[in-house]
């Protein structure tokens, strides 16, 4: 049997319980701390990493995302611009085929007026040409008997205004005496000078003064003025007023 003294015993027990407490207390207890921080930082290191996986995962979904949209609206764009350039190509082209309707509308507005003006001309020189032949001839031919007869149809012609001589008569009403302007293709003899006063103050309802001229361009007859108003009788005032007849047929016809 072991020859083990109790007393002995018992002092390596609490020697043993001493260096226990002692390697607890300033070995196993550090050692363990420094374990459980280690461990502390492995496993947030783990979860750091963890979530920087999770993060980067997160960050590439999102770029492949975003880059589908850039890329969806970059073919939207695409197609916006090629909508907008068939649509813009297709205004040019209507412009200028407006451009090109009007540009062929005004040229044939501009033809066919300046072939309505050439033959306004052209009739207008035929009337002309008519009358100016006319009036040569009748000057040529123009005697006494010419400036009778047409003196004579001015006079019938001052008889046949009466129903309108109203506005005449207005225009004078506030003379005591009308002077009256009368020219002439040939001198007035006496008695008809006479014939004439007799005519106009009927025709006026007034006494008249008679201011006389002659103008052998009227060719035959006379022509009268007083206030604003003008009767002409004479050859020349037919011929013109014959030549706008001519005219208006040649348009009409």
């Known amino acids: 049997m072991l020859n083990i003294k109790l007393s002995t015993l018992i002092f390596q027990i609490v020697n043993f319980l001493i260096l226990a407490a002692l390697l607890t207390k300033f070995l196993f207890r550090p050692v363990i701390r420094l374990l459980d921080e280690r461990a502390k930082r492995v496993t947030q290191a783990l979860d750091e990493a963890e979530t920087r996986e999770e993060e980067a995962k997160r960050i590439k979904e999102e770029y492949l995302k975003k880059l589908e949209e850039a890329k969806r609206e970059a073919q939207a764009l695409r197609e916006a611009a090629k909508e907008e350039a068939e649509r813009i190509r297709q205004e040019v082209i209507e412009q200028a085929r407006a451009e090109v309707q009007a540009m062929r509308a005004r040229a044939e507005e501009e033809i066919e007026r300046e072939r309505a003006e050439a033959i306004r001309r052209h009739r207008e020189e035929i009337a002309t040409l008519v009358t100016s032949m006319s009036a040569r001839m009748l000057t040529e031919v123009g005697d006494g008997r010419l400036q009778a007869i047409f003196f004579d149809a001015f006079l019938d012609r001052l008889a046949r205004m009466k129903g309108e001589s109203s506005k005449y008569r207005s225009a004078v009403k506030e003379m005591e005496v009308v ?29 008249v003064r008679l201011e006389l001229h002659v103008d052998p361009s009227l060719i035959g007859g006379a022509m009268v003025r007083f206030g604003d108003y003008l009767i002409d009788g004479s050859l020349r005032g037919q011929l013109a007023r014959l030549r706008e007849g001519f005219v208006r047929e040649l348009e009409e016809g």
Do not use: I
């Open 179 to 207: 002077p009256v302007e009368v020219t002439s293709a040939n001198s007035l003899s006496e008695a008809d000078l006479a014939r004439l006063k007799e005519a106009l103050s009927s025709f006026l309802d007034k006494d």
